[in-house]
Structure formats: C-alpha cells, structure tokens
C-alpha cells in the first residue's frame, strides 16, 4: 500500500511562489496533485505518469511545475504567480499505474492513494 505524506503548505500573497512535497514510501507509476477549495468539488492539478509526462490543469498551466527526486521517492509541485484562487487544501495521489493514468490523468477516480493534504493560502 502506497503512504503519502504533503508538506510545504503556507499562506503567501498573490503573485508569491510556494513548493509543495509529496513522500511517498515508494514511487508510483502515476501520481499528482489535486487540490479542494473551500465549497468545491476536489479537482486535478497536475499528474505524472510512468512515462514522465505531464497533465496540467488549465488554470495552472505555465505556472506550476511538477518534478520527482527518485531517490528521495519524492513528488514536488512548485507554484509560482499564485492566485487568491489557487487556495485550497492540497493533496498528493498515487496509483500503480494503468491505462487510466494515461487516459483520465485529472480524475480522482484514476488514484486509489492519498495524502492527508497540506492547506494552501494565497492573500491578495
């Protein structure tokens, strides 16, 4: 069973930068970031997959980036512009892989695996 741990959370005024981490105690073929505002549905962020690409949501794209340490079994997300929009409780996903990481990378439905989340605050 895959364990994953976020940290990197905080609160920033817009226009600031943040850089979330995501531990897992192993890497997964597919894994990524969601992330839940306040009276919203749980949506996709950006996901990976076992070929190393990359999914972004539209709304963060040019301005998140997603990498991983193999050796550190660890999943950054690194914001920068952030919005008063991108608030929300972010959390880490995983699964082993499969042809839906390839097909729905932005769906919950696609990770079996979660973190506990770390809480984002952008300020404007």
């Known amino acids: 069973q895959v364990q994953l741990a976020e940290s990197g959370g905080g609160s920033v005024q817009a226009g600031g930068s943040l850089r979330l981490a995501c531990v897992a105690n192993?890497?997964?073929?597919?894994m990524g970031w969601f992330r839940r505002a306040p009276g919203k549905e749980r949506e996709g962020v950006a996901t990976?997959?076992?070929?190393?690409?990359?999914t972004y949501a539209d709304s963060v794209k040019g301005r998140f980036t997603l990498s991983k340490d193999d050796a550190k079994n660890t999943l950054y997300l690194e914001m920068n512009s952030l919005k008063p929009e991108d608030t929300a409780m972010y959390y880490c996903?995983?699964?082993?892989?499969?042809?839906?990481?390839?097909?729905?990378?932005?769906?919950?439905?696609?990770?079996?695996?979660w973190g506990q989340g770390t809480q984002v605050t952008v300020s404007s």
């Open positions: 996903a995983a699964d082993y892989g499969g042809s839906r990481c390839f097909l729905d990378p932005l769906s919950q439905g696609t990770f079996a695996y």
């Open positions: 990976i997959d076992s070929d190393d690409s990359a």
């Open positions: 192993e890497l997964s073929a597919c």
